[in-house]
Nanobody, 122 residues
């Protein structure tokens, strides 16, 4: 089992920045690809960003490309999501996930955090 705990969410104005963190415990963190997903009210959960086990490969949804950056520190068992130039449409609950495959969809991710709320005011 892998336990994931997100932090860093909050209320920010349009154009502002936030950095989300996801701390992992349990099994060896570096064995897992990590992803960030989000779910806005009334919408399905969607992919945001992913990073490979080593951190050498990353991928982003088109809606956040150029504004968000995913990174990881395997020594600290933590994955980050730096979010810049935030827009009201980025408002959502953000979830981190761990899985065996570096993927841009939910299915390969086996472990999920509880989520952290991000609200961007206009």
């Amino acid at each position: 089992q892998v336990q994931l705990v997100e932090s860093g969410g909050g209320l920010v104005q349009t154009g502002g920045s936030l950095r989300l963190s996801c701390a992992a415990s349990g099994r060896t963190f570096s064995n897992y690809a990590m992803g960030w997903f989000r779910q806005a009210p009334g919408k399905e959960r969607e992919f945001v960003a992913a990073i490979s086990r080593s951190g050498g490969s990353t991928g982003y949804a088109d809606s956040v490309k150029g504004r968000f950056t995913i990174s990881r520190d395997n020594a600290k068992n933590t994955v980050y999501l730096q979010m810049n130039s935030l827009k009201p449409e980025d408002t959502a609950v953000y979830y981190c996930a761990a899985g065996g495959l570096f993927a841009f969809r939910e299915v390969p991710y086996d472990y999920w955090g509880q989520g952290t709320q991000v609200t961007v005011s206009s």
